[in-house]
């Protein structure tokens, strides 16, 4: 039997970071993942063609660069080979006319673009980007910390005495607005509303949903200041890195063991069963990187669950699908304008009324007309990535439906049990393809070779992304911030005195920040 003082279940970012913290505070921790491979939705892959490096899952890592994590772990990280490619350009976003807009990691610039576009409206997002930044610590501290805390109700108090309680009841309701309302209200010109639109989806979010308006600043606010860095080489360079910290610190990772159950004896977890027999010890506690559903209705004994948390696990609501497609060209892509060939991650949209049409006919279970095409273009940061003289795109698609109930166009014939197949999920791939078509003038005649990814195989590769939700969980207000991801817990915490629950389907929600690692870590170690 082997023993640690921390069994972690799952290797995503979340686990990663809290298995190295731990570690260099001196803890013996084991990494148990499921599958043949580190990382969670970190995974580089050569699916397509000998020497193209794919991201199967995420793509960039803005929300890495920008975490506490990062901040405290970051050297070690580039010391045992992280090394990261960023340039000036991280989004942008296309009209099907082929009118484009360049967000810039350089804010005068972006302002000076938005007020040609349409006068004053840079001047209003800068104003937005002051404001949040005059709030900063008020937002990314509730966004980043241990809600059921004194330092949050510290914080809040500060910010109440500081903003009176008027100011701090106007910055709720401010931070209630959607997206609409907030690019409505100040931008005039359709392309700078495209710009912003979509990056709300990342948040899982859509344009009308209750709290997207303060999101989408936080995102254009990041994005800014970060970029859209990728890992050279590959995104798995930096899951290598936390390993082989965490190996460097006596800790363990270990693959293929597909957990079954967490043992409770007397309220407190004694070690894990993986599904082969093998049995893992935990001296001090058992941290579950997985969803709410897995950790109440297969991992712990229904016995030390109480009824409320039963039913609110069974409650637990999942968003839209995410269908990805990734492509090998022979060269690089021709943009209808050329410039758009530099930016990292940018959206094919023609505008916000199509994001918010797509969501509600995802929302409705209809494959959408027209979808918001994410598209990551990695070689532009990093050669390595591709053959010379070679490409990759990277095609995220988040407005999929998780069970199919029609076509919004009825062409693509639907099955009756709505259930994702090979025939359906090509047919949609191809109209994505055809309306990418009209921006990227070579896309047909380059591709070399095409991998699609449905929400129905998402699953099965990351068994976190269920339904092919990729933010383990709805991220609505009733979902989020003191109530992710049941709203009879605090914090991180379970039922059981010493599992610990992180993850996407945890506070502070989805990303590849490792922020709920970080906490339930800090916690642990003071």
Known sequence: MHSSDYIIIGSGMNSLVCAALLAKAGHSVTVLERNDHFGGCIKTEEISLPGFKHEVFSAVHPLVVSSPAYAELGDDLHRLGLEYCNNDSPTGVVLPNGDSLVLQRDRQKNIDAMNQLS????????????????????VFGLLGSSLWSFATVKLLLKYTWKLGLQGILNFAAHAMANTRSWLERDFKSPLSRAMLAPWVLHAGLG????????????????????GNPVAKGGNQGIVEAYKALIEENGGKLIAQQDISEIIVENNKATAVLSKDGTRFAANKGVIANVTPTALYGQLLPQASIPAEVK???????YGRGMMMIHIAMDEPA???????????????TPGLDA???????????????????????????????APDGKWILWIQLQE?????????????????????????????ADRVIEQLSENILNLKSATLERVVYSPKDLESANINLLHGDAYSGVCSLDQFLFWRPLKALKNHQTPVSNVYHIGASTHPGPGLGGGSGYLVAKSITG
């Open 311 to 317: 039913q609110q696990a069974k409650d637990y609501r």
């Open 207 to 226: 344009p009308e949903s209750s709290f997207s308006g303060l999101m989408n600043q936080v995102m254009a606010f990041s994005i800014e200041q970060t």
């Open 334 to 348: 021709q943009w209808q304008d050329s410039k758009m060939k530099d930016v990292v991650m940018l959206h094919v």
């Open 355 to 385: 994001v918010s049409k797509a969501v509600t006919e995802a929302d409705c279970g209809l494959l959408p007309d027209k979808a918001t095409i994410v598209v990551c273009q990695p070689v532009a940061l990093d050669q390595s990535r």
């Open 119 to 138: 006068p004053g409206d840079g001047d209003r997002y800068q104003a937005a980007m002051q404001d949040l930044e005059q709030k900063a610590e008020l």
């Open 400 to 428: 999929i439906p998780q069970l199919i109930k029609g076509d919004v166009r009825a062409e693509i014939e639907c099955p009756a049990n709505g259930q994702w197949n090979e025939d359906i999920r090509e047919a949609y």
